[in-house]
């Protein structure tokens, strides 16, 4: 077995201990440890949207509250929709080849933006164009987790998943304690704008009519995809079996065969936009709704790639045996529980407590009305990035817990958790948003919602360490990959459903929503995984 950095493996058996001891732990540790960061950029570049748009509407962006909640749904629509061609990228083009290439294509999204960013004539479209191709860091999950499922063992799946998804999901917490810091100063040059409304950062409030540098929210992760690039090409392997990458032979035809694949999830990202978006904002008029356009979102991207010819197709064909198993169903609604929640929690809690908190909202002439300016709202940019910072920090725990308890176990216990954090968790809104004083509520909306993050984040370890216990090699990775392209919805449908919520002066019935969802989910586990004669049991 070779195990020169960069070279590809065969005869590669992490079951095997006594491969494992001689060489194997230190190339799967290499490969984990180059795969996280890369993972972390996807994420922080997929998901800047959420405090970009907040700082938009501080510097008077000539855009409405509704065209910037736009941006974020673009970008989670993307983000998931990429998913579902990403989950066979392994595959079809190894584990090296496909880190190395969509690690160097965020490079375009993250200069692109920067470069609007700093020119006051941008119009919504161009940053449209933008948040659709923020996606690409969204895809990139689904490709790394089915990268490092082969790198490992059965019996530490748990944690070594957890590990790359929770400290790849930092990138959310990074990139909303990073780009506020970024922003405060000159770091790439370029023309400062004024901020109309105050700010702020990690440390603490800035005030109305500070510079500020937006244009670096892009610029600054340049600074480390460069290097990433790097590393991953002459660090990371493809490993040459059969149940993983036979084919890949060839970077130049492996970076094809992705591009084309990820071509056909822009297109369909697209087109669902349309379907649903408004015309002032660059959709067909039509207002479909989400429930109705991402099931043809879905279907479309997988008869598309279905139709892809040659080699690739039989490939493909063999990876889609998936979709006949039951458990991919079960595990497809109960990860959506979790990373669903953790990922479009995040996307959307900054604008929420920029909505609810930083305004005042009370009677005038006999009308309730949300839109004064609350001088004592807490700055979103000072606490969004906790709960996702909780929620990442405690994943590979939630991985350590199921592997000893047993994954179902776990889930259910958080599952309850969760149910009864969203509870709370509206309550308060509901009092925020019909206050003159709505920050009297903040802290103990925020203190659930991070442990709703928290149980979001034990969730995602849990459910690794099922879905690796309950399929075989071949199949562990594309079902990684395919959970977490649906679930990656939530970036799209948690912001839309509190943008729609917020616009019905219901916030409230968004917790409602997902709480009842939480519900479902606890019978699904239950029935599949814990009853007494379940399917397989506490795997």
Sequence with gaps: MSDLKGHDLRGWNPDDDAQWAARGKSIATRNLWISIPALLCGFAVWLYWGIITVQMMNLGFPFAQSELFTLTAIAGLSGATLRIPSSFFIRLAGGRYTIFFTTTLLIVPAAGTGFLLQDPNSTLWQFQIMALLSGLGGGNFASSMSNISFFYPKKIQGYALGMNAGLGNFGVTTMQILVPLVMTFGLFGGESRILQNASGTLIGKIPAGTETYIQNAGYVWLLFLVPLAIATWFGMNNIRDEHVSPDANSALSGFGKILGMLFIGLATS???????????????????????????????????????????????????????????????????????????????????????????????????????????????????????????????????????????????????????????VAYFMKQAYASMTPEEYFFPFLILFIILFAATGIGNGSTFRTIAMVFDKEQAGPVLGWTSAIAAYGAFIIPKVFGEQIKATTPEYALYGFAIFYGVCILINWWFYLRKNAYVKNP
């Design 270 to 424: 697209v087109f669902g936009l349309w379907l649903m978006l408004p015309t002032g904002v660059g959709g067909s008029g039509f207002m479909l709704s989400k429930w109705l356009v991402l099931p043809i979102v879905i279907i479309l991207t997988l008869a598309l790639l279905k139709l892809i010819p040659g080699k690739t197709q039989t490939n493909l064909k063999r990876q889609f045996k998936i979709f006949g198993n039951k458990h991919t169903w079960a595990m497809t609604v109960i990860y959506t529980m979790t990373f669903g929640s953790f990922i479009g929690f995040s996307a959307a809690l900054a604008l929420a407590i920029k909505v609810i908190f930083g305004f005042q909202h009370g009677m005038v002439d006999g009308v309730m009305t949300h839109d004064a300016l609350n001088p004592n709202g807490p700055s979103a940019l000072m606490y969004a990035w906790m709960g996702p910072f909780i929620g990442a920090l405690i994943r590979p725990i939630g991985g350590k817990l199921a592997d000893k308890m047993g994954g179902a176990m776990v889930t259910q216990i958080i599952s309850i958790v969760m149910v009864c954090s969203a509870l709370g």
